[in-house]
């Protein structure tokens, strides 16, 4: 378990759940019957409904389970944060969020610190057990922590070992902000790096074994998706230990770089959120 500062804990592996399928609610009920705790959805996902349908019909106490929204791009802003959430609320039908981000930073320090009084206010009234960001680089983080009167407690960003964003890392984790990895597997961009099948085939299992114990070892919770029962329950029972040697040789691999958006650039068309 990792502890955040205000206390709550999140298991060391969480569950992705975007393009988790059509059958979205049963992949999601896999998912907690293979043992995953954490799960991760986000408005502009479609999943939130199915994630609220998995998490009432799973048969586990809903206070086992730490359950992860966030508020897209086009949500930003004081208001729109906070409406955001309560449609975030409706469709998940829940009555409190374990965690809640704001998805991506907006790309301008203001909407940015508005955002982040939303999140305050919601957990001041206790309807967010904890607040934190994603996609947040350095500068993004400081202009948050400059001014917040909570500091945020968690930050997702896109880590795996061809993408290693040491700068931003290094910053949150010695600020006290756990750091979550999106595309901890690099989307199947890393299945044929000759390194890390090297490192599979002397230990015996697979690549992307590989990237979640690497992950872990960086200090970070990795968050893979798989829509197949036998793959996810691979990875959540995925064990083994890295060598600092071979954390090294990771650390010193090709990057294969960023699969999605950059934080700092404009997307040329922004996803709506499905109702
Ligand atoms: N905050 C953000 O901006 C952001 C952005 C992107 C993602 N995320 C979160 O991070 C989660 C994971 O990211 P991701 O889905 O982009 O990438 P990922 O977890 O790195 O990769 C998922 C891909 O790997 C495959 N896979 C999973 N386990 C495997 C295994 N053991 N062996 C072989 N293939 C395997 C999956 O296929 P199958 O399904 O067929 O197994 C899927 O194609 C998302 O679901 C989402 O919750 C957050």
Redesign the pocket.
Known sequence: MKRLRNGLELPEI????????ANDTEVVTEAIHAGYRLI???SV?GTERAVGKAVRACGISRDALVI?T?AWRTELGYDQVMRAFERSLGRLDMDYIDLY?L??PARDDDVDRDSWRAMERLYDEGVVNAIGV??YLTHHLQNILAVCNVLPMVD???F?PGYLQQDTVEFALNNGICM?????????RL?EEPQLLALAASHGT????I?LAFVRQSGLI???????A???R??LK?DITLTSEEMDIIRGMLQCGW??EHPDVAPDKDVKVPD
């Open positions: 969480g569950f992705g759940t975007y393009k988790a399928g991760d959805t986000a996902y992860t966030k981000l998805h991506w994603s996609n997702q960003i896109e795996h979550e990895a999106w595309s901890p597997l690099g989307r199947q299945n697979t690549v992307q074994a990237c990795p968050l893979p998706k798989s829509s197949s036998e793959r996810m691979e990875n995925s699969s999605g």
